[in-house]
Structures are given as C-alpha cells and as structure tokens.
T-cell receptor, first 111, second 113 residues
C-alpha cells in the first residue's frame, strides 16, 4: 500500500537555527513528490514538485531534495514567518488523479 | 491570476440535513479535484474531474456524496443526508492539463451536529 510518512511531527527552532524535515515514501513508481505549506485555517500552498532522485529545488530559505526513498525539506536560517505545517505528498505512476498526503510537520520558529 | 475559491468557508448543519459545497478552479484548469481531512487524519482524495467528466471517484466514501461539474467550470459537492462523521475540512484543487501540480483552495469547514 502506498504510504507517506513525515518526521518529526513537530519541530521548534530558534530563529536562524537551520534544520531539515523528512518525508519517507513507498510507492510502486513515483510520478511526482510535492511539498506544500499550510497555515492555520488555510489551504495547502504549493512549494515544490520533484520528479526524480537527485533533483533539488530552492525557494528563498527552503530547499527540497529527493532520493529513491525519501525527500528532505531543508530550512536555512528560518524566520518566525516560516512557522507553518509542511505537507509532503506523492503521486504514483499508475494514478492519473490522486496524490497521497503525509500527516505533516508542524514547524514553529521562535524569535 | 485568481486562485481556487471555495464557498462557503464554514458550514454548520444538523445530522440528516443537506449541504452543498462549491469550488471555482483557476481559470483554464481542466482538472479539478476534491479532497477532505477529517479530524486528526491526513488529507484524503475524494475524486477527480477532467472538464465535466469524472476521471476517478475511487475516494468517495459512499453514495451520500454527489459531485458535479456541469460545463466543466465550477464544481459542487453535495452531502445528503449528512452524518456526524462527515465533519471535516473539504478542499478543492485544480491543475492544468498535462501538469502534475495541484493548486488548493482555502477549504470549507463542515461541522455536522
């Protein structure tokens, strides 16, 4: 069964303290891996799509990387406004439709 | 470019009543998806439209849920009759033909009492 597991569930960092979030996935064939940011009371906001192992994408203080079994979201020198829940999701090759979400990592950045 | 919009933002109804949720996708997006998150769980897929046709409705929980997309523009999701376990947040997403990325709306928060 396809699965997406994110760790840690919650992470509290001091402003400027870099760290990484993990997303482990199990699919029969990866069609795409997605990272979203979700603020309280809002919908998931698209960040990155990764397609193949070795691929990397960057946006401001965020960098996403992909291997054959997992993806990392690296946060460099975070600011309080980076506080949010970060969601990982995958689409497998046989699916034209659904993406499968992980449960997310709640990130809190203290000033 | 306007994002995905959903209406209403919140809905509180009693068990047995009917509720209709609406989603307006990003202009030009042929693909429209419905997802939901029930309390404490991950966001789960419900169904996928390509224009006005249902491509995949494997995630629809039962026949109390009816989705339509007349004319291939906006979509509605009707729950009739609503049950307590239908409470949660219902998200709509849209995407371009041939694109992998799905862009989500703000969600409708449904509470069934």
């Amino acid at each position: 069964e396809d699965q997406v597991t994110q760790s840690p569930e919650a992470l509290r960092l001091q402003e400027g303290e870099s760290s990484s979030l993990n997303c482990s996935y199990t699919v029969s064939g990866l069609r795409g891996l997605f990272w979203y940011r979700q603020d309280p009371g809002k919908g998931p906001e698209f960040l990155f799509t990764l397609y193949s192992a070795g691929e990397e994408k960057e946006k401001e203080r965020l960098k996403a990387t992909l291997t054959k079994k997992e993806s990392f979201l690296h946060i460099t020198a975070p600011k309080p406004e980076d506080s949010a829940t970060y969601l990982c999701a995958v689409r497998e090759y046989s699916s034209a439709s659904k993406i499968i979400f992980g449960s997310g990592t709640r990130l809190s950045i203290r000033p | 470019e306007a994002g995905v919009t959903q209406f209403p933002s919140h809905s509180v109804i009693e068990k047995g009543q009917t509720v209709t949720l609406r989603c307006d996708p990003i202009s030009g997006h042929d693909n429209l998806y419905w997802y939901r998150r029930v309390m404490g769980k991950e966001i789960k897929f419900l169904l996928h439209f390509v224009k006005e046709s249902k491509q995949d409705e494997s995630g629809m929980p039962n026949n109390r849920f009816l989705a339509e997309r007349t004319g291939g523009t906006y979509s509605t999701l009707k729950v009739q009759p609503a049950e307590l376990e239908d409470s949660g947040v219902y998200f709509c997403a849209s995407g371009r033909t041939g694109g992998e990325t799905q862009y989500f709306g703000p969600g409708t928060r449904l509470l069934v009492l």
